[in-house]
């Protein structure tokens, strides 16, 4: 079992920078592949980026590839996004997800635990 809390969401402008955060609990942490979700208003919640169980891998969806960056800390149980460069179209709810096959996927399916959320919202 593994509880996820994000933080670190808020209003910024266009081109500021923000880092989101994803506590863990769960001793077994270190074995999940971790993502980034996020939804915006009135569209499909939609993948952001992954890493592997061991860091080794890590995918980002076109659109936010070069602006956010995913790191994991397992020795502190997080796992943070680093968002630069941000847009309007960026505004969305984000959410941390743990995957216990421990590899990358864009499918949320994998994903047995979420966050609830923390919201991004960029003003322009």
């Known amino acids: 079992q593994v509880q996820l809390v994000e933080s670190g969401g808020g209003l910024v402008q266009a081109g500021g920078s923000l880092r989101l955060s994803c506590a863990a609990s769960?001793?077994?942490?270190?074995?999940?592949?971790m993502g980034w979700f996020r939804q915006a208003p009135g569209k499909e919640r939609e993948f952001v980026t992954a890493?592997?169980?061991?860091?080794?891998?890590?995918y980002y969806t076109d659109s936010v590839k070069g602006r956010f960056w995913i790191s994991r800390d397992d020795a502190k149980n997080m796992v943070y996004l680093q968002m630069n460069s941000l847009k309007p179209e960026d505004t969305a709810v984000y959410y941390c997800a743990a995957n216990p096959a421990g590899g990358v996927s864009l499918d949320e399916g994998r994903y047995d635990y979420w966050g609830q959320g923390t919201q991004v919202t960029v003003s322009s």
């Open positions: 890493i592997s169980w061991s860091g080794g891998a890590i």
């Open positions: 769960g001793r077994t942490f270190s074995r999940y592949g």
